[in-house]
């Protein structure tokens, strides 16, 4: 890798004396994916974080121009793999605002159940592999066992575990059953007791709180400045939530609550992602016992909509509509415009900038990760900290490097 | 759909033309809306000016900073796009500010003097297209490595890339 790096720019040699460089990864347990900090040291005391990041550059907005709008929710799955359905969501959020697609009630409830199943399976992930950093292997147990509930709760309604590639364009590739619904109601039952479980293990555990608390500050400006959003924001005072401020899907029907914190440190951060979770399950549980009934996809919509599967393999009909919606030059045609459309995803603001060209699939299909504005403020956040805060800092920004490097 | 109130939206907005118009006379702008997103087009060469202003008129947050190739889109008369996403925080009011660059000078000013957040963003814009920013305080690639020559994400870069991968130095333990 360049060694250019190594020379900070920031630091004259006479401060550079006595200093000494770490490199931290690309190959650590604490990184979680591949991504690199070369670490300025003074003692422990952390002078200097650059970080280098790239390690899992895959093209994937190159991609964005060659696959069409539903082949493409398969790369974006692969995006931020913490909360697969997450991105979908939000890719085919903005590709409807494109085309001007109105969802039918039920398909927004699903979407909205998923969205939040997310949440809670990123957030999850973050506390319990960030506990475990810090030294902490129960917890982690906690938070996974229940995430392979929600696994099987993705399995069931897709057929898929983990890259669910579940929307489509105007609608979903499957109806949910009442398996489903049952699945859904049992983990809204049971969580609370696991949070509560969780809750004890890890917020008032004296050494979590001790390495988390005046940890790697943010503050409200340099929140916002910066291009902060989600829990990181909200944990620095920036009360902005776009499920409130920005209504999509079916949030509006709903009474929820965003969760923020003015502490700005890490353990600010935990706390709003612990909040959010109680808040997501008030969703879920609204949502599951009203999601109304009727079609998933829009109805009388010609090639936007994929037909069902009992009709393509029965009807001609039915057929016809599958080529009519898979074809390149029968499918339908985006408008030659351009669109910004983002979503709460579990992290922050994930959105979408589509350039339109006339066909179905993206002349410029942008994604705007929370995870790469998040990781630039790190090196603002390491200020003043110690060698052993690295993890900590690392884990409550919760940097996913695919979706990072894309 | 036709509305009797105005959303509150295009009162908004309207407040931040007026602003706008206020601070920067003589500066040509073309406004657009599109499914409830207002746009605005801003001349390259009034660059800075114009984020200032921008950021004046209440978008305190960068949302996003990308380019867009239009080498191959139907009559364009342009080559790149810089698409700057702006927020305002307090009233959630979005504004998608654009401008127009053509080769040989694909030089524009940094924004990271007006949001910080410009810093990563520049750098990959850079990186994907090419396209350079002055007063930027750390250019570099930001994805790719700092040897490569191309700039990936032009429409005429080959989907299946010019074969740098298979060419990568490799280097042994002993010159490491």
Redesign the interface.
């Given at each position: 890798?360049?060694l250019?790096l190594l020379e900070s720019?920031d630091l004259n040699a006479n401060q550079r004396e006595g200093l000494w460089t770490l490199n931290f990864g690309p190959q650590h347990p604490a990184t979680h994916t591949t991504l690199r900090l070369v670490l300025q040291l003074d003692g422990e005391m952390v002078i200097d974080a650059e970080p280098d990041?790239?390690f899992l550059?895959s093209?994937f907005?190159?991609?964005g121009?060659?696959l069409d709008f539903n082949q493409y929710v398969t790369i974006v799955d692969r995006m931020n793999y913490i909360s697969p359905m997450a991105n979908e969501i939000a890719w085919h959020h903005a590709v409807e605002?494109?085309l001007?697609i109105d969802l039918t009630p039920r398909c927004k409830y699903i979407r909205t159940i998923f969205a939040e199943l997310m949440r809670i399976h990123d957030h999850l992930l973050c506390l319990g592999t960030c506990v475990l950093d810090l030294g902490g292997a129960t917890a982690f147990m906690y938070a996974f066992n229940e995430r392979e509930t929600i696994y099987e709760i993705c399995e069931r309604a897709s057929g898929q575990r983990f890259h669910t590639s579940y929307t489509r364009v105007g609608g979903l590739l499957y109806d949910v059953t009442d398996d489903w619904v049952k699945m859904v109601r049992d983990f809204v039952r049971n969580f609370p007791k696991v949070y509560r479980d969780f809750s004890g293990l890890v917020m008032k555990n004296r050494i979590f709180v001790e390495r988390t608390r005046d940890v790697g500050v943010l503050s409200r400006e340099?929140a916002?400045?910066?291009?902060?959003?989600g829990p990181v924001a909200r944990a620095s005072g920036?009360v902005?939530d776009l499920r409130r401020?920005?209504p999509y899907l079916a949030y509006e029907d709903f009474d929820f609550d965003v969760c923020a914190s003015q502490g700005g440190d890490c353990y600010a951060r935990f706390q709003v992602r612990m909040m959010e979770m109680l808040e997501s399950i008030k969703i879920i549980e609204q949502a599951i016992e009203n999601i109304p009934a009727g079609p998933i996809f829009a109805a009388g919509t010609g090639k936007e909509s994929m037909p069902d599967k009992r009709e393509v393999y029965r009807s001609i009909e039915g057929l016809i509509h599958h080529f009519e919606s898979v074809m390149p030059n029968r499918q339908m045609q985006a408008p030659?415009?351009?669109?910004?459309a983002?979503t709460e995803s579990p992290n922050g603001?994930l959105?979408y900038?589509i350039?339109g060209?006339?066909s179905f699939r993206a002349?410029?299909a942008?994604t705007?990760p929370p995870s790469?504005?998040h990781?630039?403020l790190f090196s603002r956040m390491m200020r003043g900290c110690m060698l052993s805060d690295v993890v900590a800092v690392l884990g409550s920004i919760n940097i996913i490097a695919a979706e990072l490097?894309? | 759909m036709t509305t009797e109130t105005p959303k509150p939206s295009s009162v908004e907005i309207d407040a931040v033309k007026v602003k706008l118009a206020d601070s920067l006379i003589g500066v040509a702008l073309e406004w657009s809306e599109?499914?409830d997103?207002y746009r605005v087009v801003f001349p390259a060469t009034e660059l800075l000016k114009c984020l200032n202003a921008f950021k004046f008129a209440g978008f305190?947050?960068?949302?996003?900073l990308?380019a867009?190739?239009l080498l191959?889109?139907?009559n364009a008369t342009d080559r790149f796009e810089v698409?700057y996403?702006l927020l305002n925080?307090d009233t959630?009011l979005?504004l998608?500010a654009k401008t127009y660059l053509n080769e040989p000078d694909l030089t524009i000013p940094s924004a990271t003097s007006v949001?910080?957040?410009a810093?990563?963003?520049e750098r990959?814009v850079y990186d994907?297209y090419g396209i350079l920013f002055s007063g930027h305080?750390?250019f570099k690639?930001?994805?790719?490595?700092?040897?490569f020559q191309s700039f990936?994400?032009r429409k005429d870069y080959p989907?299946k890339g010019r074969g740098e991968r298979h060419n990568f130095p490799v280097i042994t333990r002993a010159e490491s």
């Open positions: 890798m360049p250019e720019p990041i790239g550059h093209g907005e190159k991609l121009e060659v605002k494109l001007g340099e916002i400045a910066g291009g902060a959003t920036v902005r401020d920005e030659k415009e351009s669109v910004y983002a603001e959105g900038y350039v060209d006339g002349y410029r942008r705007r790469l504005l990781f630039s490097d894309r | 599109f499914r997103q305190e947050q960068l949302s996003d990308t867009v190739d191959e889109y139907s698409v996403c925080v959630g979005r998608i949001w910080s957040g810093d990563w963003l990959e994907m305080p750390n690639r930001l994805l790719l490595p700092q040897e990936p994400m989907v």
